[in-house]
């Protein structure tokens, strides 16, 4: 696209640290057809993407993960390759941040979830799981191949001899994180910008959906990329992941009291119509009143006696 228009074919070997590109600014063939795929997806609702999601865990754990433990095994794994203290730690915090930033997406799974589903359990397991997966790949990856510095292990296993399959394994991976993370980040921001009337439904799909996506097009290319994960890693991810959270879960603990009769406490108690339930912390029990019939509120007869009226039931 930039500085000249036309097709740009990309020398075998060429460095892929930063982007195989340079600093031309393109539109690759696998950007344009994962942007295709994430965007109706990203019109969807959570629960209507859970297909997509089951489909990229079987392809990630069953085929993915499996085919590069072997091909690191059958390479030969060497630990002093690995040290225990790296040089530059600053370079992978971001990444290891963003692979961690799910926190802000729970609140609108919360929302959408069945009511049989256990979060604490579901949350516990997901991170154990992802972190074992993290550690098992990126430990025994390292320890199967020299590590360029600044390179991912993308970048390792796309310059490598490799089996058939992994190399296939490769190919698939990218395709199969982002077409399942990229459209539920676009939904929570959609849904949250129009739900809070911050922005109408167009101008929160316009947002969430095609500003992005402008914004990755002008990064695809160069070296800027790296230290904006970077940064951005430590300015937001940080607080919005684990401050923020931190700081609201203690103010709710200092707030809420099942004993005291502060303003809060006692509007889990409070008589509410069945049209605004409040579901109350666990252990208690839920009260729902229905809504005041003005007829009856107002009858002498039901006032005085206690007596419904011929033909109602209570």
């Not at 539109?27 to 994430?38: D, T």
């Not at 972190?131 to 390292?142: D, F, R, T």
Request: aromatic share 8%; charged share 10%.
């Amino acid at each position: 696209l930039h500085p000249r228009l036309g097709i740009v074919c990309v020398a075998p070997g060429r460095s892929l640290v930063d982007s195989p590109f340079g600093g031309d600014l393109v539109l690759s063939p696998g950007f344009a057809i994962i942007g295709v795929m994430c965007l109706p997806l990203g019109l969807w609702n959570l629960e209507e993407n859970i297909k997509v999601q089951i489909v990229s865990f079987l392809g990630l754990v069953g085929f993915i993960m499996v085919a590069w433990v072997a091909e690191f095994v059958s390479t030969g794994l060497v630990p002093a390759r690995v040290p225990a203290f790296g040089t530059d730690i600053f370079a992978q915090l971001g990444a290891i941040l963003f692979n961690f930033a799910f926190v802000v997406t729970v609140p609108s799974w919360i929302n959408e979830k069945k009511p049989s589903v256990n979060a604490n359990h579901c949350l516990s397991t997901g991170m154990v799981l992802s972190l074992v997966s993290y550690l098992l790949i990126g430990w025994l990856g390292a320890m199967a191949f020299d590590v360029l510095p600044g390179e991912d292990l993308l970048a390792v296993l796309s310059r490598a001899p490799l089996h058939r399959l992994t190399r296939i394994a490769v190919v698939l991976f990218p395709w199969v994180v982002m077409v399942s993370s990229i459209p539920v980040n676009a939904i929570i921001v959609r849904k949250n910008l129009a739900a809070n009337r911050l922005m109408t439904n167009s101008s929160a799909s316009f947002v969430a959906l095609v500003l992005p996506w402008a914004a990755a097009l002008l990064l695809y290319s160069g070296s800027a990329l790296d230290p904006l994960l970077n940064w951005t890693g430590l300015l937001t991810t940080i607080p919005l992941n684990v401050v923020v959270p931190a700081v609201l879960l203690l103010l709710a603990r200092r707030t809420w009291n099942p004993g005291s009769t502060s303003r809060f406490s006692r509007a889990w108690a409070r008589p509410v119509p069945t049209s605004e339930v409040v579901s109350p912390p666990p252990g208690e029990e839920q009260v729902a009143f229905d809504e005041p019939d003005p007829e009856l509120d107002h009858d002498p007869a039901v006032l005085s006696s206690g007596e419904l009226p011929a033909g109602e039931s209570p």
